[in-house]
T-cell receptor, first 110, second 115 residues
Framework: RKEVEQDPGPFNVPEGATVAFNCTYS??????FFWYRQDCRKEPKLLMS???SGNEDGRFTAQLNRASQYISLLIRDSKLSDSATYLC???????????FGTGTKLQVIP | NAGVTQTPKFRVLKTGQSMTLLCAQD?????MYWYRQDPGMGLRLIHY???????AKGEVPDGYNVSRLKKQNFLLGLESAAPSQTSVYFC??????????????FGEGSRLTVL
């Protein structure tokens, strides 16, 4: 079983919409997570970290549900510039390997 | 700040040729990683290193070799390139297990085409 599972999408949403993606994880010991954003043909960049129950940064809200072992990313008032692939990664902390899932592709439509 | 630098950024090879990709980081990070990303797919871990002089296999290590002779550099080698190795290669680094974050810092990628 992969460490993280994400719906690859694409999620096609109109500008101004609210969209949410989930990421399920298999290691119940994972304490925190990162959401990375990857633009087409570019390197991934950190979007936000998720510790304890969640985190909010402007239009972006990430929440962690330990009981069901998933984290979510909510984007409010979507912009065209939000179009990208969003990758969920457990904080490797003391673990050496860092592997990625497929990510979820978001396309914001005018 | 340079961060993570990959060279070369683009390369075209013929089948059977060899080449080395260089990843250099100036953040004194212990861990370094090489990933490949094929069109429409996620990042797959090739090899990684947890410190100078150490390397380990990732998810897709076949056809690649690596070396970490200096802490700041992580080299990825293709001894006999094959068309299946056409891909975008990303290098990343991070701190040794930290209390607060294990954020990965990526290079801009190296686009390799094998004809």
């Amino acid at each position: 079983r992969k460490e993280v599972e994400q719906d690859p999408g694409p999620f096609n949403v109109p500008e101004g919409a609210t969209v949410a993606f989930n990421c399920t994880y298999s290691n119940s010991a994972s304490q925190s997570f990162f959401w990375y954003r990857q633009d087409c043909r570019k390197e991934p960049k950190l979007l936000m970290s998720v510790y304890s129950s969640g985190n909010e940064d402007g239009r972006f809200t990430a929440q962690l549900n330990r009981a069901s072992q998933y984290i979510s990313l909510l984007i409010r008032d979507s912009k065209l510039s939000d179009s990208a692939t969003y990758l969920c990664v457990p904080d490797s902390g003391g673990y050496q390997k860092v592997t990625f899932g497929t990510g979820t592709k978001l396309q914001v439509i005018p | 700040n340079a961060g993570v630098t990959q060279t070369p950024k683009f390369r075209v090879l013929k089948t059977g040729q060899s080449m080395t990709l260089l990843c250099a980081q100036d953040m004194n990070h212990e861990y370094m990683y090489w990933y490949r990303q094929d069109p429409g797919m996620g990042l797959r871990l090739i090899h990684y290193s947890v410190g100078e002089g150490t390397t380990a296999k990732g998810e897709v290590p076949d056809g690649y070799n690596v070396s970490r002779l200096k802490k700041q550099n992580f080299l990825l080698g293709l001894e006999s390139a094959a068309p299946s190795q056409t891909s975008v290669y990303f290098c990343a680094s991070r701190q040794l297990a930290a209390a607060n974050t294990g954020e990965l810092f990526f290079g801009e990628g190296s686009r390799l085409t094998v004809l």
